[in-house]
Every structure is written in C-alpha cells, then in structure tokens.
C-alpha cells in the first residue's frame, strides 16, 4: 500500500507565494517521477524524475520550481507571482519504476485578485 499526502494548499492574494510538498510512503520500491497536476481538467503543472530532470506547463514556466528529496521520497512546488487562473486543487503523482501511479487526495490553492 501506497499513501501519498499533500499539503500546503490555502488562499493567497495575486502576486504572492505558496509552497507545496507531497510525501509518499508505504510499499515503495523505487520512484521514476513525481509530479504536480491541478483541476480542472487535471492538467500537468510540473514533474521531476529521479534524476532531476524537470518539465513545466507553459503557463508556470519562471514562476513555479518543482524540487524533490529522493531520500524522503518528498516533491515540492514553490509557487511565485500567483495569477487568479492559478486556483484550483493541485494534486500530487507518484510514477514508481513498476509503472504504477499513486495520487493524493488535493490540495486547494485559491489566489484572490
């Protein structure tokens, strides 16, 4: 069993800052990526491999950074210069090397303008 929790979701004002962090524990043997998704759709915000290679929806490029903590088996997302269209609820997504995908339950973000 897998467990994956976010947090650090909450309300913000237009042009400020929030930090997310994800933590998976449980029956992991290896984890290929990690990555950041929000509704609605769920669209891609950002993911980093093990090898730290990271890939950015257009629309948070220089405004968002993915990091991870591979020994904590941990992925953040340090959020800058928040945009209104950036509210949603931001989910984390766990790739292990066995091809299989864990989620968490959401984080909601709300950016007021």
């Known amino acids: 069993q897998v467990q994956v929790v976010e947090s650090g979701g909450g309300l913000v004002q237009a042009g400020g800052s929030l930090r997310l962090s994800c933590a998976a524990s449980?029956?992991?043997?290896?984890?290929?990526?990690m990555g950041w998704y929000r509704q609605a759709p769920r669209e891609l915000v950002a993911t980093i491999t093990s090898?730290?290679?990271?890939n950015y929806a257009d629309s948070v490029k220089g405004r968002f950074t993915i990091s991870r903590d591979n020994a904590k088996n941990t992925v953040y997302l340090q959020m800058n210069s928040l945009k209104p269209e950036d509210t949603a609820v931001y989910y984390c997504?766990?790739?292990?090397?066995?091809?299989?995908?864990?989620w968490g339950q959401g984080t909601q973000v709300t950016v007021s303008s």
């Open positions: 449980g029956s992991i043997f290896s984890i290929k990526t």
């Open positions: 997504k766990v790739l292990t090397g066995g091809a299989l995908s864990y």
């Open positions: 090898g730290g290679s990271t």
